[in-house]
Structures are given as C-alpha cells and as structure tokens.
C-alpha cells in the first residue's frame, strides 16, 4: 500500500511522495521560492503540465510510474489516480475536517454530502454508522466513490449515490421536505451539471445555502462549508452561512492546508456552523 506526504513546495508547485513515485504538480498558493537544496527535485518520476487554457498532462520522467495507487488512510482503503486535471482524486488538505466528522457523527445520523467528488467525507460519515446521501454532477467520480466504498469493507453502509445537479437535487428535496443532520458541501469555482447546466459559485452560492437552510432536522448538529476559489475567505464564508439563516452557536472558521514538515501547504478555507462545539 502507498504512503502520502509532500516533500516540499514553493515556485507554484508542491513536490509530492506517493509509494515509492515522487509527483510534481502545480499549486497556486506556493508563491514563496522552492527549497533548492531539495535533492527529490531530481527524481521527480511524473509531473503535471498546465497550459495556459487550463488544460495539461502528465509527463512520465519514469516510465514506470503507476496510472493508480492504493492508500490506506483514515480506516479506508482509497483508489488515488492521475487524472487529466492534474489531480489525485483526494484533497489532503480536508484531511482535519474528516477527522472532525469522523469524531462527532453518531449512527443513525442523516448527511448530505454535496459536490462530493471522490467520497471520503461520505466514507468516513458512512463507517461511523450515519446515513449518507451523496451528491456530485459527475458519474466518473461516483463511481471511483462507489469503488473506494468497495474498497473499504463498507459495502453494507446506507450511502444514496446521486448523479445530480446539485440545486436541482436540492430543490427537489425541499419539496419533498427531506431533513437531515448534518450537511457538507465544497463547491467548485466553476462546474457543469449532468445535462451541462452551468454552475458559478458567486452567482449560485447564496441560492443555494437559502435552500439548505429548509433541510434541517429538528436536531440539526452541523454543516461545513469550504471552498478554493478566490475571494471566499474563511472569514467570508462564515459570513455566507449567518446570512442564509446558519446560526448555530458554535463556529470554526479556518484556512485548510497539507501538513508539511518544513512549511504547511495552505489549499483553500472552511468554515462551520454547529450545534455542538468541535
């Protein structure tokens, strides 16, 4: 099984160890120079190349190096693969959020897990015995969740896999007055939906909070919102939740980041509003 860390970042990149391969991929918010006497930038066995589109690929300096590795972290066992985004299919920066959920949801609890993406959030909810409906636009990535569920021993846990747009599936269960727990979301910057209804966090964001707002249960415990896009702050995000009716007593408000032993990687912001203090 493959073993995580970054080795070191700096000039738009982050160098990275997965196994035994070391990845170089970009990342916008290392803007302070690279370690030069980093010896691992030599043995760097695939690197991620963007364009100025906002395309890229993969360039093997190892021919050898792997489509996919095994991780076992978190009590999951995960599918990470280099995909055509320059991604891995896991964002190590939620790493402090999972374990958060993973320490107060109880069983028996509803979670709506937005933009999911790959589903560890969902995963982790999932093992400690919550009812988990999972939502993202993209079949490619709830099937790679449907595998990791596989992957993981969790086949029996009650997971809804939905391949929705997002505010319509939520629309929907407003009006079929569903109620849940807790409520996770990470919205993108930009997005498609499954028939390409278009999605743009500052002009779609506000509405769709508003109707969340009309899913909690009686006993509400929580919600988390994060995002990476520019502008939403911690700070501001915070102020997005009181504004669509998130008042809930507790809140954390923070800058997500990978653990990094010279220098933490920052990856984006959070923000919570709970019922009960974290």
């Not at 102020?239 to 408000?253: C, D, I, M, Q, R």
Request: net charge neutral; glycine share 6%; proline share 5%.
């Amino acid at each position: 099984m493959s073993k995580y860390r970054i080795i070191d970042s700096g000039d738009f990149y982050k160098l990275e160890k997965l196994g035994d391969y070391i990845l170089l991929r970009p990342s916008p918010q290392a803007v302070w120079p690279k370690d030069k006497e980093c010896k691992e930038y030599r043995d760097v066995s695939a690197r991620y190349e963007r364009h100025q589109n906002g395309k890229g690929r993969w360039i093997l300096e190892n021919p050898k190096t792997p489509e996919s590795f095994i991780l076992d972290r978190w009590g999951l066992s995960l599918e990470l693969k280099r995909t055509g985004f320059g991604h891995l299919g896991v964002f190590f920066e939620h790493e402090t959020n999972w374990l958060r959920l993973e320490k107060n949801i109880k069983s028996g609890e509803r979670v709506l897990n937005l933009f999911a993406y790959t589903g560890v959030a969902s995963l982790v909810c999932a093992a400690k015995g919550a009812e988990v409906v999972h939502v993202d636009a993209s079949k490619t990535s709830v099937t790679w969740a449907r595998e990791n569920q596989e992957r993981s021993g969790l086949e029996d846990k009650p997971i809804r896999w939905i391949i929705e747009d997002v505010r319509k599936f939520v629309q929907k269960e407003v009006r079929r007055e569903r109620e849940y727990d807790w409520i996770i979301l990470d919205p993108p910057s930009f997005g498609r939906g499954t028939k390409n209804e278009s999605w743009v966090i500052e002009e779609d964001l506000i509405n769709l909070m508003k109707d969340l707002g009309k899913l909690k249960s009686k006993s509400f415990k929580g919600i988390l919102l994060s995002s990476h896009s520019p502008g939403y702050t911690a700070l501001s995000l915070d102020h997005v939740l009181t504004a669509t009716g998130f008042n809930e007593p507790h809140s954390l408000k923070e800058e997500m980041f990978v653990p990094q032993e010279n220098r933490p990687l920052p990856s984006g912001f959070c923000a919570w509003r709970t019922a009960l203090e974290l």
